[in-house]
């Protein structure tokens, strides 16, 4: 067995840009696999000029001769993952039908699960801000043992509507408890419809193990091209403000059905700056105009959180939600190290913070934590119990930078951006492999 997967997971709470270092990296490898979550994610590719943006199938699937795999950890959208197929084939990315592989095992969002994943949030105290892809409900019917996996939608009609029907059983009777009737679900129309899906997605349905086995004996490239991040852990993260599925390396590696022993190297994937979607601690945001609800407030004044935002375009790929805006958290990396296995880091969007350095007259980096009257050096997980967000503790560089695209190395860095990148390395514990310089696929620095 060899040790052939690169692992590209993200450091915080997603968006920090994983797809392109994940393309760049999958140049070299002959595979790329999603393992984890579903079309909570959102990945935007550039390909011929024009801007593609994938929320399952792995970008890395417009290089050609690549093989795309959809592992057994995700979660399916069928009528979503249809539709992307449609796009990648109008959009000139051939031999689609040999090179994507849909793992038999993952399995299937329905329509009632994204009208459950909105009661939850509508019963909770605190809604957790989810994406309302029907997520969290699929990998609890998953859990549970009643949930539909790809390879069922490939049934016979009637057998499929019998799976339809276990796991829809106890679902409507509470639709019909929360006067939601218009939910209850016909397990007979619902058989049909995604038994049609069933029928398109056949040509790449297989079981993937085959295919991985040979690729780790043969010390072929495998990029897993992580989704959602970290912090957004079920086991990991900030419980209960976290996704369904596990994201760190460790939960990628299962997803994609590959053995541990085959783990290369992790890459964490970082902003200058950190965002956050949904609800939860965040330790380093700064003050913004969006209110409880996540929506922004217009006709403010710009405050530091709504700088990085507008300069960053700091909004959802896949709700189009404003996401909250923060400074760097270096101390978060450090755990990230730990319990994600990262590597090496890749920074994004040093451009953008340099422009926040120009327009605040500052930039700061959290390096320590101030938490229940100690100074520590990691997130700690007993929040809940004491109420209490960790308060930072930063350094401040004076000013921004300008980069330009003639800058190809570390050296050729402004002085003030390699600072920053020294920084973030000693308080991390993490060496700074790449930098995201620019928007491109190429404005990535990698650095020796
Ligand atoms: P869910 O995954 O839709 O259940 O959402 C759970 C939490 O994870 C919410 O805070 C979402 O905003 C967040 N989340 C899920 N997927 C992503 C992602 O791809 N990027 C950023 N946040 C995400």
Redesign the pocket.
Known sequence: MKRCVTAVVGCK???EGKGKIASLVTKDSQFVIRAT?GS???HTVIYNGKKLALHLVPGGITYPNKIGIIGPGTVIDPKVLLDEITLLKNSGVTDIEERLKISGRAHVVFPWHKNL?ELHEKVKENP??????G??PTYSDKATRKGVRIYDLLLPVDELEKKIREDVFLHNQLFLANNMEECVVDSKEFATIFSEYGKLLKPYVTDILPILMDAVSNNNGIVIEG???YR?DNDDGEYP????SHPVASGCLLGASLPPQSLKIVIGVDKAYNT?????PFPTELPSSIDKNGNLITGKTMLEGDVIRELGHEY????GRPRRCGWMDAVMLRNAKYACGVDVLCINHLDTLGEIGRKLGYIKICVDYYYMGKVIHYYPDDTNLTHQIPEPIYVTIEGGWKIDKSMRDFFSLPESAKEFIRIVEKASEIPVKFVGIGPANDDIIEIF
Do not use: M, P
């Open positions: 709470w997603g968006d979550g909570n994610a959102g994943d957790i801000g989810t994406t309302k892809r997520i969290g989704a959602q991040a957004l403000d976290v996704t369904s956050r979607v949904g609800n939860g959802g790929a896949t709700t």
